[in-house]
């Protein structure tokens, strides 16, 4: 019940594309959702955050889209560029500082 | 704001040995977590601290231990080090629950 399963485990798109990354979760107790990009050789960044009050949020070229009937969110970034090439992690939590990580998706843009 | 910091960044060890690793948080910040990043386990929570107190803790043996100071500033130390604790080891700053938290570059661990 603790668990956030991420998907796809990768994804390949063209420079302008949307890619979409997935995630859903189990537990009703999650109230925080934020969504991490990491580069290799560096920690995770925070990208954007969402909470259930609302379905959707923008910030720049990422947005989250948040079901909470369906228990899933997700993640789209807009007019993609090979710079967001990197692996991005969804997340959640319930009240705490604990995290629970997806599994993460490594996305490459190619140009 | 500079932003979390972490001390080392790279470190070798031999198994049996015990290590103690350093997080420096955004200032202003009082709570600090600490993952622990594996290509086959992913990110794992180890334990949160905040006012120098101990708040959360994940599924490690014991042998996982941390502290923090009245600055914030937190160490973790790993003793008995096994090869399967060789990871990238991250620390999290936060003003407190229910805010953003920020990583830092993390420390590698290698385990031989």
């Known amino acids: 019940q603790q668990q956030v399963k991420q998907s796809p485990q990768s994804l390949i798109v063209q420079k302008g594309g949307i890619p979409i990354i997935n995630c859903a979760y189990e537990n009703t107790a999650f109230d925080y959702f934020p969504w991490y990009q990491q580069f290799p050789g560096k920690g995770p960044a925070l990208l954007i955050a969402i909470r259930p009050d609302v379905s959707e949020k923008k910030e720049g070229r990422f947005t989250i889209s948040f079901n909470k009937s369906a228990k899933q969110f997700s993640l789209h970034i807009m007019d993609s560029q090979p710079g967001d090439s990197a692996t991005y992690f969804c997340a959640a939590s319930d009240h705490t500082d604990k995290l629970i990580f997806g599994t993460g998706t490594r996305l490459q843009v190619f140009p | 704001k500079a932003g979390v910091t972490q001390t080392p960044r790279y470190l070798i060890k031999t198994r049996g040995q015990q290590v103690t690793l350093s997080c420096s948080p955004i200032?202003?910040?009082?709570?600090v977590s600490w993952y622990q990043q594996t290509p086959g386990q992913g990110l794992q929570f180890l334990f949160e601290?905040?006012?120098?107190?101990?708040?959360n803790k994940g599924n490690f043996p014991g042998r996982f231990s941390g502290r923090q100071f009245s600055n914030s500033r937190s160490e973790m130390n790993v003793s008995t080090l096994e090869l399967g604790d060789s990871a990238l080891y991250l620390c999290a700053s936060s003003q407190d629950r229910d805010y953003e938290q920020y990583f830092g570059p993390g420390t590698r661990l290698t385990v031989t």
């Open positions: 601290y905040f006012s120098e107190t101990q708040r």
């Open positions: 200032s202003g910040h009082r709570s």
